[in-house]
């Protein structure tokens, strides 16, 4: 596995391997991330996994300082994984003095996320688009759980025809349900226990809506029932998969985030 740390030594790999697929991720790796590794993989393709905390998607009052990072655990993993290649630049390298020009996505980027976290989105794309461009990747993988993210790359990648395909890797899940994330390890034994609860309620309101509740009538149920666990529900919405606006027809996607102590936990699932 090469480990690449500067624009120069990334262009001679680039030039060597030929097309590339890209495992875009801030580090802390887990099961999910390796997922994406392995549909990386599948493409045929040698695979790219670029590591960078990126700070211009990190709000003045959230975690970039606090988000966890395990370089040498990341790289062991995917050594074991069989990645081809590692990018890790620097934020310099990344953002070097002077840099002028950032990445504005509506549609699909409004509300939601996008709402809660002014500004997140646009640092998103803009990462997201130098990754895309210092690596030349052919194919880009992203995982579904969050899956605002993935329908803003999508649109992203559609409307500037950046030449790469986007694939979707599904979410990987604990024993218990609960969407793997590097921030769940932030959670307490009691929250720990009751994070699961997240994804139960939303499959219970999928199935209301199955059954002919009404959407509206299924969330209000799912929020109160969650709020009584204390989980504090920024929203639970029923929407159409790729703009984001909300719905009340299916299928659609039912999205989620809400707080437990310290963690803020994003979910999502089809409702058809």
């Known amino acids: 596995m090469q480990i690449l740390r500067d624009l120069d030594a990334l262009r001679a790999a680039r030039a ?24 990386a993989q599948a493409t045929g393709l040698p ?13 003045p009052n959230e975690d970039l300082s606090r988000y966890p990072r395990d370089e040498a655990g990341d790289l062991a993993k995917l050594d074991a994984a069989g990645c081809d290649l590692v990018w890790l630049p620097s ?15 509506a549609g699909p980027a409004e509300g ?9 989105f646009r640092g998103v794309a803009t990462v997201c688009a130098k990754l895309f461009l210092q690596t030349g990747a052919a194919v880009a993988v992203f995982g ?3 899956w605002q993210q993935y329908q ?3 649109r992203m990648v559609a409307d500037l025809d950046l030449p790469l395909r986007i694939l979707g890797g599904e979410t990987v899940r604990e024993a218990d349900g609960l969407a ?10 009691q929250e720990r226990a009751l994070a699961p609860r997240l994804h139960q309620a939303m499959q219970a309101a999928a199935a209301a809506m199955a059954a002919g509740t009404a959407p509206a009538a299924a969330l209000a149920e799912a929020r109160a029932g969650l709020a009584a666990l204390g989980f ?10 790729e703009t984001l606006r909300e719905t009340t027809a299916r299928p659609g996607r039912l999205i989620a985030a809400a707080r437990l102590g310290s963690v803020r936990l994003l979910d999502n699932i089809a409702a058809g």
């Open 16 to 39: 060597a391997r030929g097309p590339l697929a890209l495992v875009p991720t801030m580090g802390a790796l887990h099961e999910g991330h390796l997922s994406l590794v392995a549909a």
């Open 91 to 105: 934020v310099a390298a990344m953002y070097p003095e002077g840099r002028a020009t950032s990445i504005e996505v």
């Open 232 to 241: 504090g529900v920024d929203y639970l919405a029923l929407v159409e998969p």
């Open 144 to 146: 579904e759980k969050d």
């Open 112 to 120: 939601w996320e996008g709402a809660a976290r002014p500004g997140h």
């Open 47 to 59: 695979v790219i996994t670029s590591i960078f905390v990126n700070p211009l998607q990190f709000g």
């Open 180 to 189: 793997m994330s590097s921030r769940n390890r932030f959670l307490g034994p």
């Open 152 to 154: 803003v790359i999508r």
